[in-house]
């Protein structure tokens, strides 16, 4: 397993902007495809984004596409999710995950599909 910290969550008005990282300890993050998820207060935790290993193969779920953006950096060995147009609805805790796997094109949708997480940064968006 690879030790994730995520970091860059805060408070923030609707509409405005913020770009959480998650950086990864100890193993490249090159041999895991990466992503992130989010549990809102008194819901179960829901799938974000995903990007494969090489970064050219990217997810979304639909109630973020065209407002968020995943992206990697294999020099800085960071994932990052830049959010925009936050809505109220996207408040909860974020958290990355990675998979190690030796496929360089595939992402992953599904929670148990990954192997190590992070500890979550709390994002908060006020109306």
């Known amino acids: 397993q690879v030790q994730l910290v995520e970091s860059g969550g805060g408070l923030v008005q609707a509409g405005g902007s913020l770009r959480l990282s998650c950086a990864a300890s100890?193993?490249?993050?090159?041999?895991?495809?990466m992503g992130w998820f989010r549990r809102a207060p008194g819901k179960e935790r829901e799938f974000v984004a995903a990007?494969?290993?090489?970064?050219?193969?990217?997810y979304y779920a639909d109630s973020v596409r065209s407002r968020f953006t995943i992206s990697r950096d294999h020099a800085k060995n960071t994932v990052y999710l830049q959010m925009n147009s936050l809505k109220p609805e996207d408040t909860a805790v974020y958290y990355c995950?990675?998979?190690?796997?030796?496929?360089?094109?595939?992402?992953?949708?599904?929670?148990?599909?990954?192997?190590?997480w992070g500890q979550g940064t709390q994002v908060t968006v006020s109306s």
């Open positions: 990007i494969s290993r090489v970064g050219v193969d990217i």
């Open positions: 995950a990675a998979r190690q796997t030796d496929a360089s094109f595939t992402y992953y949708t599904h929670g148990s599909s990954y192997d190590s």
């Open positions: 100890g193993r490249s993050l090159s041999r895991y495809a």
